[in-house]
C-alpha cells in the first residue's frame, strides 16, 4: 500500500544528507548502557500512563477539599487527556525536529513542575490548568520515550524484550495507577497523587542525561504549523466530544457538533498533508497496510480495555464494596498478567512468529476474559468470577499490545520516529476516550431503563410502592446489568479488533538483517 516494508526489523543506522542508506560507522555498534536507558525510558512511561488513572481514586477527596461541583471534577480528568491526546501529533513532530533526547527531557522536567503545581492547587482552577500542564508535557514525552527505545535498540531479540517491558507498562500503567492512587490517598492524601510524579521525574532527568544518546533533530524541516492547527484541533474536538458524550447525551448539541467538527478538520488534515512540504504526519506513515492495522487494533483494544478499568473499579467498590486501596490491589493479577504476556511471551516469540499470530490470538483472549465478567451479578466473589476474566484480559493484552509497538514503528526512518511514535499513543488515547464515554453511555442508559422496569413490575405486583429494600436491591441489579449489556460491546470490539489485526497486519517475523528505512 506504501512505500514502507512490511517486514519490521531494525531500525537502521543514521543517514547522512540526501541519502536514506544506513551507515556504517561506531555509531551503530550497540550502546553498552542501553539497558539501563531502557530503565529511564520505563520509568517514564509508565510516570505518564498511570497519571491518567492514579488521579481517579483521589477525585473523592479532592473535590471535598477544593470545593469542586458535581458538574466540574470531570475536568480533573478531562483537561490531561485534552492535552495529551490532542497534541501528541505536534509532539511527536517536534521530537524529531529538534531531537528526542532533549524533549524527553523538557518533558520530564515540565511534567514534575506541572503535577508539583496541582498538589499545592488551592483551587478548583489551579488544579485543572495544572492537569493540562501534565497533558501537555505528557504530549511531548510519551512519543520521544518510544521513540529513543526504536533508535536505542537495534537487535531484533533485544528490540523484542524492550518492547515487552514497554508495551507491559502501557497495558498495565493504567492498573498501577490505580492501585498507587489508592495508597496514596488513604495513607498520606490526595495531593500526592501528584507530587509522587516529582521524585520520579527528577531521577528520569538524571538518568535521561547519563545514559540516553540520540540522534540530532532534522532541523532543516520546518513545522507544519496549518497541519497543526488542523490535525491538533481535529484531535482536541473528538476526545472532547466524547468525554462530553456521557454527561449531556449523544444527541446534545455540543458533542455533535463537536463530534462533526472534529471530523471535518481531520479530513482537512488529511487533504493538507498531501500538499504540505513539511508534513506534521507524512502519510507514507499510515498507508503502510501493517502499520494502519497495528494503529485500528491499538485503538479497538483500548476502547475494550478502558470499559473494563471503569466496570471494574465501580463494580469492586459500590457492589462488593471494596476499600479504594482493595479495590487496587485487585487488580494486581490483572498487571501481572499483562506482564507476563508481554515480556515472557510476546518478547520471546515475535522473532520466531508474525507479529498477528500473536495480536489476534492477543484478542481473542481478551475477548474471552470480557466475556466471563458479562456473568457477573451483585452476588458474585471475586476469586471466582472476576479474577479469572481479570487473568484472560491482561494476558490478552500483554500478547497484543508489545507486537502492535514493535511493529508499528519498525522499519521508520529515524526523522519520523517521533510522529510515527506519537501516533501509536494517539491511538491509544483517543481509544480510551471513545471506550470510556461509548461504554459508560451504553451502561447508563441500560441501568436506567432496567431499574424503571423492574420498580415499575414490583409496584404493579403489590399495588404499593417497592420499600427501601427492595429498591436498594433493583439498584443494585440495575446497575451490574449495565456493566453486562456495556461488556458485551467490549466483547464484540475485542473481536473487531483481533479482525482488524488478522486481515491487516501481514509483516512478516523480524530477521537479523538491516532494514531500509521507509522514505
Known sequence: MGSAPDTPGPIPGPTTAGSEGPLTSSRDAPDPRRWWGLVVIALAQLMVVLDATIVNIALPSAQRELGMSDGNRQWVITAYTLAFGGLLLLGG?????????????????GFAAASALGGAAGSPGMLFAARALQGVFAAVLAPSALSLLTTTFTDPRERGKAFGIYGALAGGGSA?????????????????????????????????????????????ARLDVPGVVLGCGGLVAIVYGFSEAEPRGWSDGLVLGLLIGGAVLLGCFVWWQNRAASPLLPLHIVRDRSRAGCFLTMGLATIGMFGTFLFLTYYLQVILQYSPVKTGLAFLPMTAAIIVGSTQISARLLHHVQPRVLMVPGMLLAALGLMLLTGLTVHSEYAGHVLPGMLLIGLGMGLTFMP????????IAPRDSGVTSATVNTAQQVGGSIGTALLNTIATSTSTAYIASRLRDAAAETGRPPGEDVRRLVTSEGVVHGYTVALWWAVGIMLLAGV?????VTAKAPKHSQVEPVA
Open 93 to 109: 513532530r517536534v521530537a524529531d525536529l529538534v531531537g528526542r533526547k532533549r524533549t524527553f527531557v523538557i518533558g520530564l522536567i
Open 176 to 220: 498501577i495507577g490505580l492501585i498507587a492512587g489508592g495508597l496514596l490517598t488513604e495513607y498520606l492524601d490526595w495531593r500526592w497523587c501528584l507530587y509522587v510524579n516529582v521524585p520520579i521525574a527528577l531521577i528520569a532527568v538524571f538518568g535521561a542525561f547519563a545514559l540516553l544518546h540520540d540522534r540530532s533533530g532534522h532541523r532543516e
Open 404 to 411: 502492535v509497538f514493535a511493529t508499528a514503528t519498525a522499519g
Open 500 to 504: 482488524v489485526a488478522g486481515v491487516m
